[in-house]
């Protein structure tokens, strides 16, 4: 089994090349279902006017390259990704934040 420290590294290069892969289509999911709800609600816009945001949202752009299975497959790595960055960031900070085990003295030493 591997020790802790060893295991903490190995997890934190994972996470660090898995970030910049997972980050772009987290925001770019953000960025959509945030404008869509805005732009409906606030914006006033219809929902066939602002349907193109939906479209880049649930990843239905791919529908042309791999279809309707294309986004499936967009929201399922999505949101795999995004459980991954909260688990592994999670557990990163856990081992950050928690406080350091100091060796126990000796019995009946001084």
Do not use: C, F
Not at 21 to 43: C, K, S
Not at 54 to 73: A, D
Request: proline letters at 6%.
């Amino acid at each position: 089994m591997a020790s802790p420290s060893r295991l903490t590294l190995q997890l934190r290069r994972i996470h660090a090349s898995l970030a910049p892969v997972v980050l772009l289509p987290l925001v770019v999911t953000v960025l959509t279902g945030v404008g869509y709800r805005l732009a409906r609600d606030w914006g006033g816009l219809s929902g066939k006017a602002a349907h193109w945001l939906m479209v880049i949202h649930q990843g239905e752009w791919l529908n042309p390259w791999l279809g309707r299975q294309g986004e499936t497959w967009y929201v399922l790595l999505n949101g795999l990704g995004l459980l991954w960055m909260l688990a592994s960031g999670a557990a990163m900070a856990w081992q950050r934040l928690r406080p350091a085990r100091r060796p126990s003295a000796p019995e009946g030493g001084t």
